[in-house]
């Protein structure tokens, strides 16, 4: 199940990025199935390069951290 974080991820992925929704969803059934994230899955799978992945990483960490300033 897709939670809105996640959801929010995804749409990153997808605007910025230029990740293939196909990509995206078979990502998200392995995160379903497995233990990982989804950076770390479409890492693995070579569907994002290291760069892509640290942008991933910089974005969740900007998108939590206004979470907290907020308080969501």
């Known amino acids: ?3 809105d974080s ?4 995804i749409e990153f992925l997808r605007n910025k ?7 995206l969803k078979m990502a998200v059934r392995f995160t ?4 990982g994230s989804l950076p770390m899955i479409l890492w ?3 569907l994002i390069d290291l ?3 640290d ?4 974005w969740i ?3 939590e951290q206004r979470e907290l300033d907020f308080g969501f």
Not at 6 to 9: E, M, P, V
Not at 17 to 23: C, G, K, R, V
């Open 1 to 3: 199940m897709i939670n």
């Open 17 to 23: 990025l230029a990740i293939p929704t196909e990509s």
């Open 51 to 53: 760069n892509q992945l």
């Open 32 to 35: 379903e199935s497995s233990v």
């Open 44 to 46: 693995q799978y070579g």
């Open 61 to 63: 960490e900007k998108t």
């Open 55 to 58: 942008q991933v990483f910089d």
């Open 6 to 9: 996640q959801s929010q991820l």
